[in-house]
């Protein structure tokens, strides 16, 4: 069994804070990560792949994923974006390619990765979204699993708490 670690929760108030909670993330990154978006249907996983695409250097719009099931957006470091949401059998992820995404050349991006964890090369950091009581408001769960992101987990930490601490996410 992989280990996993919660680390940490914040709230964000509007769309524009989930993509500032994202970018200010996106500091953390490196080449061959693995980002698994999981939560509630409509809680701003694409939102947070934008704000992550955006911070690193991807200069086109990101779009859900969900009928192509896999985006590619270059940028500093290429974002493969997947959604694995309409999956019906756990084989089906290896018709998607998902091990060779995973490389040193960029970071992949997974909604509703967490329907496919078993078949998750290596270990990743779990961003699980979702919604509060007014329309825009998010809660935002960070948790390890593996040890891909051991290291940087006081770094995610300050991220939460700095993200706490703004009004305006």
């Known amino acids: 069994m992989v280990e996993s670690r919660p680390l940490a929760a914040v709230s ?4 524009d804070g989930t993509r500032r909670l994202a970018a200010a993330l996106a500091d953390l990154v490196r080449p061959g990560d693995l980002i698994v978006l ?10 947070f792949t934008q704000g992550l695409g955006a ?21 500093a470091l290429t974002v493969h974006h997947l959604d694995v949401y309409r999956l019906v059998h756990i084989d089906e992820v290896a018709d998607l390619g998902l ?4 490389d040193d050349a ?12 078993g078949a998750l090369p290596g270990g990743f950091l779990e961003v699980r979204l979702l919604l509060g009581d007014r329309p825009d408001d ?24 700095r993200a706490a601490g703004e009004k305006s996410c």
């Open 106 to 117: 960029s970071v992949t991006v997974v909604e509703w990765g967490d329907a496919i964890a």
């Open 99 to 102: 091990h060779e995404l995973v």
């Open 38 to 47: 999981c939560g509630d249907l409509g809680a701003g996983k694409t939102a």
């Open 138 to 161: 998010r809660q935002v769960e960070f948790r390890t699993v593996g040890t891909e992101w051991a290291d940087r987990e006081p770094a995610v930490l300050a991220v939460a708490s």
């Open 55 to 75: 911070a690193l250097g991807v200069e086109v719009p990101i779009t859900s994923p969900t009928f192509t099931l896999a985006n590619r957006y270059p940028g």
């Open 12 to 15: 964000t108030t509007s769309v």
